[in-house]
Nanobody, 124 residues
């Protein structure tokens, strides 16, 4: 059974870089045709797909966030990481990591694996 767990600071100051890690257990991030995504949900709003990294290490980004987003992986730890630079209070959200055969989806039902989410607040 594949499980995903997000980790990282819950509070980030404006203009700093938000960094989150997703640890995958019960399966490998190198599994063929698997894409590993970051999705967020600001308070009172819907899910927003941010980007993904695939089994080959190729990355994909939401155009609206591309200039501030970087996704990488550590295959030795079976982890993938999100970095979001120059954060503002509008980046306050619950951040989820997810995995599956699809990307750019904004419904948890369309992913095979879904983390529990972690709250990140941007505030001074």
């Amino acid at each position: 059974q594949v499980q995903l767990q997000e980790s990282g600071p819950g509070l980030v100051k404006p203009s700093q870089t938000l960094s989150l890690t997703c640890t995958v257990s019960g399966g490998s991030i190198l599994t063929f045709y698997r894409y590993w995504s970051w999705i967020r949900q600001p308070p009172g709003k819907g899910l927003e797909w941010m980007g993904a990294i695939d089994y080959r290490g190729s990355t994909y980004y939401n155009p609206s966030l591309k200039s501030r987003t970087s996704i990488s992986r550590d295959t030795s730890k079976n982890q993938f990481t999100l970095q979001l630079s120059s954060v503002t209070p509008e980046d306050t959200a619950v951040y989820y990591c997810a995995g599956g055969r699809l990307i750019e989806r904004t419904s948890s039902d369309e992913y095979d694996y879904w983390g529990q989410g972690t709250q990140v607040t941007v505030s001074s």
